[in-house]
């Protein structure tokens, strides 16, 4: 049985349905403020290789949908930091959160537009830019030019090379699968073990 053979094909095929756009745009406004979300790549990366002539559209439907999210998650910082503090800690995003406002202090404006491409979550930058009230236009400004250069890369190298990747990666999708799993048991087992 090709499990993640099919688990690849059912996303592409959803990933090209009507509907895709929608989700798409829904994932990208919630991943920007609500802190145990995906990111919006997810989704964009199939549905670009799914119709490469629309990718620059879902690419900017992600952007789009991401920016008003973002506004929200300011917004958060702004006037609910004490409301979801608590949830920072749970998740373990609190050092994530601290570092992102360590950057803010360091280097404000260069922060946000540094965090389009970071592995921190873009969500713990748009709060942390509300609870410092960094100034709402070029925290918006930043935003566009970071979010929009991952979210435009994205989509145009998956329309350009997707399709004549798809073939090697069907080659090693089930290897690549089970070798995540793995990955993300050993992980698991490491926290639960992990003293303190």
Avoid: C
Avoid at 16 to 26: C, E, F, H, Q
Avoid at 74 to 87: D, T
Avoid at 135 to 145: E, G, H, Q, R, T
């Amino acid at each position: 049985m090709r499990l993640f053979e099919n688990l690849y094909r059912s996303l592409i095929q959803a990933s090209a349905g009507p509907r895709a756009p929608a989700a798409l745009s829904v994932l990208s406004f919630l991943e920007s403020f609500i802190l145990p979300f995906p990111p919006p790549d997810v989704m964009l990366a199939p549905m670009s290789i799914a119709k490469p002539h629309k990718a620059m559209r879902f690419a900017t439907l992600t952007l789009l949908a991401s920016l008003a999210g973002g506004v929200v998650g300011y917004l958060i910082g702004v006037f609910g930091y004490e409301l979801v503090q608590p949830l920072l800690v749970e998740w373990g995003y609190m050092p994530a959160f601290e570092k992102a406002m360590a950057w803010f202090d360091r280097w404000g404006f260069w922060a946000v537009l540094a965090a389009g491409f970071s592995p921190v979550p873009y969500k713990i930058f748009t709060i942390s830019a509300g609870v410092l009230q960094l100034s709402f236009l070029p925290f918006m400004l930043a935003s566009l030019i970071g979010r929009g250069a991952r979210f435009f890369l994205v989509a145009l190298l998956l329309a350009r090379f997707g399709p004549a990747l798809e073939d090697r990666l069907m080659r090693y999708i089930e290897y690549i699968g089970w070798a995540l799993v793995a990955v993300i048991v050993a992980a698991m087992a490491w926290f639960s073990l992990k003293p303190g």
